[in-house]
């Protein structure tokens, strides 16, 4: 399971239990969240190009959110 669905799933549960979310630490921890479908593209995209042969590809968006700015979201 990703980060994302971790924390969304968790964060959801508590709001829909009249909680506030819960964040470890001080939230300040960044992650890259990307969409399920922009890793698919990139997955087909790899598939299409020899470079990528047998190559680890690492996929992200380059824009960190921290896990505090997901809550308040």
Not at 17 to 45: C, M, W
Request: with cysteine; net charge positive; hydrophobic share 35%.
């Amino acid at each position: 399971m990703s980060p994302l669905t971790e924390c969304s799933a968790i964060f959801t549960s508590r709001i829909l239990n009249n909680k506030p979310p819960y964040i470890f630490e001080d939230g300040n921890q960044t992650r890259d969240f990307i969409h399920v479908k922009d890793v698919a593209k990139a997955n087909l995209s790899a598939l299409e190009h020899n470079k990528a042969n047998y190559q680890a590809v690492n996929i992200g968006t380059g824009k960190l959110l921290t896990i505090k700015n997901l809550a308040e979201t």
